[in-house]
């Protein structure tokens, strides 16, 4: 398999704010960002791969600014680093009031992602090299976060097992 650059995968989305997006403080509901986030990460996963993908993880999704009604939203992901089927996704989302220019980064997170064949097995992935220095702080740091998402979905799983799926709050006897 060959190597590809991060910049093979970039993916943008720029949309307006609008109405039926924000909440009543009129800025841009989460979740409505958070779907953007993993709209265009996806894309630049799926990009890399060349292959089906899904969303393995999510990391923190940290919202640094408010998005307000009638700014524009535009999101940004890369292929940061690759690890046999997988993939971790950098995503940037920068708010800019149209009105007067001023830019805001709004989000960061990373995502993970699995490509798949079409029995939805994860196949493997060509490595990424990183060209610039912000690319290889990011590729750096892969391993580390890496760890950290299998540390925590451990913890989940754990979590999964001791909660299983009955309603511990309705009574049962």
Same mark, same amino acid.
């Given at each position: ?45 799926? /990009?890399?791969? =060349? ?23 535009? !999101? ?39 490509? !798949?064949?079409?029995?939805? =097995?994860?196949?493997? !992935? ?27 979905? /451990? ?19």
């Amino acid at each position: 398999m060959e190597r590809k650059t991060c910049t093979n995968s970039l993916a943008v989305k720029t949309s307006h704010v609008l109405p039926p997006d924000t909440n009543s403080h009129g800025t841009l509901f989460g979740g409505v960002l958070m779907a953007h986030v993993d709209d265009v990460a996806a894309i630049a996963a799926e /990009r890399h791969a =060349r292959k089906p993908v899904v969303t393995a993880s999510t990391d923190s999704v940290d919202f640094l600014e408010p998005v307000k009604e009638g700014d524009s939203i535009c !999101v940004e992901a890369f292929v940061t680093w690759t690890h046999h089927t997988s993939m971790e996704v950098f995503v940037k989302a920068v708010t800019e009031n149209l009105l007067t220019g001023e830019r805001k980064v709004c989000t960061t997170a990373f995502l993970t992602f699995v490509a !798949v064949d079409d029995d939805g =097995r994860p196949v493997p !992935v060509e490595e990424i090299y990183p060209e610039t220095e912000q690319e290889k702080v990011l590729h750096d740091g892969a391993p580390i976060r890496a760890e950290q998402r299998r540390e925590r979905r /451990r913890h989940s799983k754990e979590l999964a097992k001791n909660f299983g799926t009955a309603y511990p709050w309705i009574n049962r006897t």
